[in-house]
């Protein structure tokens, strides 16, 4: 059964950087196109970052461009968002997601991970 699964949140600082993983397992997410989204609380789940299938097309959110980054490594059914400069605003909980292209991704994801908080203390 295909599987995202993430992992890298904690509790950290306001200014410090967090990398977020998510695994992919049960089949070859290669060629699918991944992304990853947040939700604060109280709030509704919202989008942070896409990457196409081969990674040559990386996109962020307008408000995080210069600190977040997403990545993806096909050899290891990976895909990594580097978080830097974090804020409190960015605690969430944050989700992996993929889809077999951007739009589908952006819209109706077929595939999601079970989340993994970062919280971010001033």
């Known amino acids: 059964q295909a599987q995202l699964v993430e992992s890298g949140g904690g509790l950290v600082q306001a200014g410090d950087s967090l990398r977020l993983s998510c695994a992919a397992s049960?089949?070859?997410?290669?060629?699918?196109?991944m992304g990853w989204f947040r939700q604060a609380p109280g709030k509704e789940r919202e989008f942070v970052a896409t990457?196409?299938?081969?990674?040559?097309?990386?996109y962020c959110a307008d408000f995080l461009k210069g600190r977040f980054t997403i990545s993806r490594d096909n050899a290891k059914n990976t895909v990594y968002l580097q978080m830097n400069s974090l804020k409190p605003e960015d605690t969430a909980v944050y989700y992996c997601?993929?889809?077999?292209?951007?739009?589908?991704?952006?819209?109706?994801?077929?595939?999601w991970g079970q989340g993994t908080q970062v919280t971010v203390s001033s």
């Open positions: 997601a993929a889809a077999w292209d951007l739009i589908r991704l952006r819209t109706v994801p077929d595939y």
């Open positions: 049960g089949r070859t997410f290669s060629r699918y196109a």
């Open positions: 990457i196409n299938w081969s990674g040559d097309d990386p």
